[in-house]
């Protein structure tokens, strides 16, 4: 049996979030957090026991998950024609194989269904996006399309999906590309076609869901920082909030509900999203 303390490690190593290790043991997520987070020193046995299996299950002499093992439907090693599948895991959770580029991901043969981003050379699965989710988006883009367009304005508003390689390479050897839900690109010679952006945007919004949240707020939201983006807005309907960082000069976070009015700061205030006009459209809809 595993200690709590060599389970931590693997959380650590692997990115393994509490929400995917509460589903697949059946223990609470409030326990798991409180036993993982030191507030419990001396979890009882049987619970031990039950987390122990599920690290185990996924576990391959301390470097990577069992495929056979961990309810994969089909691994492929990097550079072979497919990626690895996980059925057991929820979206935001890293695969085994790490030291994939661009030119690696635009050559995947994705099974239908799978769709991924890649963090530092590693894999991430995501989830479909709900109908919801996907309102959300298409009403924050059209919002911001129709100002862009009738102050005949240079920049460019973009939707999922379309690959942006934040550290963008002309040798094709950079390891991040994240499909974000909108984008504004102001810079036109980052657009490559009708498929890539190469290069950080200036503007980005993540609609955040269950399983994407803590990738969104964390990862996501860090990479944005350090690449070069201006503004990065994470809205969140379940939990009410839209967080708003702004990365020029000092920076400053301002936190929003879906009854404000919130401003881009890219276009200073001028462009505004109604957070409340697009409550009141979610709920006469779903």
């Known amino acids: 049996m595993l ?12 990115g393994i979030t509490y929400g995917e290790i509460s589903e697949g043991t059946g223990v609470p997520i409030s326990t798991v957090q409180k036993i993982f987070g030191g507030i419990v020193k001396k979890p009882r046995r049987e619970t031990l026991e039950n987390l122990s299996s599920f690290f185990l299950q996924f576990m391959k002499d301390g470097s990577g998950f069992v495929a056979e093992q961990s309810g994969f439907n089909t691994v492929y090693s990097k550079g072979s024609s497919a990626v690895d599948t996980r059925e057991g895991l929820s979206s935001g959770a890293l695969y085994t194989q790490s030291g994939y580029t661009f030119n690696d991901y635009s050559h995947l043969k994705l099974p239908e269904g799978v769709r991924v981003e890649v963090l530092d050379g590693r894999l991430i699965r ?60 102001c810079d036109k010679k980052k657009i490559e076609g009708l498929k890539t952006v190469n290069g950080s945007p200036d503007f980005v919004v993540e ?22 983006v201006r503004e990065f807005w994470l809205v969140d309907y379940d939990r009410n909030k839209i967080i708003k960082y702004t990365f020029e000069g000092d920076g400053d976070i301002f936190i929003y509900t879906f009854d404000d009015v919130v401003p881009v700061e890219i276009y200073d205030g001028k462009l505004a999203i109604d957070f409340g006009e697009i409550k009141e459209y979610i709920e006469s809809i779903f």
């Open 3 to 14: 200690t709590a303390k060599k389970m931590k490690e693997y959380i650590d190593k692997y």
């Open 126 to 185: 995501m989830d479909a996006p709900t109908t919801r989710h996907q309102v959300i988006a298409g009403e924050i883009y059209r919002l911001a399309s129709n100002f862009i367009r009738t102050s005949h304005g240079k920049c460019i508003p973009l939707i999922s999906p379309v690959d942006v390689r934040l550290e963008y390479k002309d040798d094709g050897s950079d390891m991040t590309i994240f499909e974000p839900d909108v984008i504004i690109v």
């Open 207 to 228: 609609v955040a869901s269950p399983s994407s949240r803590k990738y969104d707020m964390n990862d996501k939201m860090n990479k944005y920082r350090t690449s070069g």
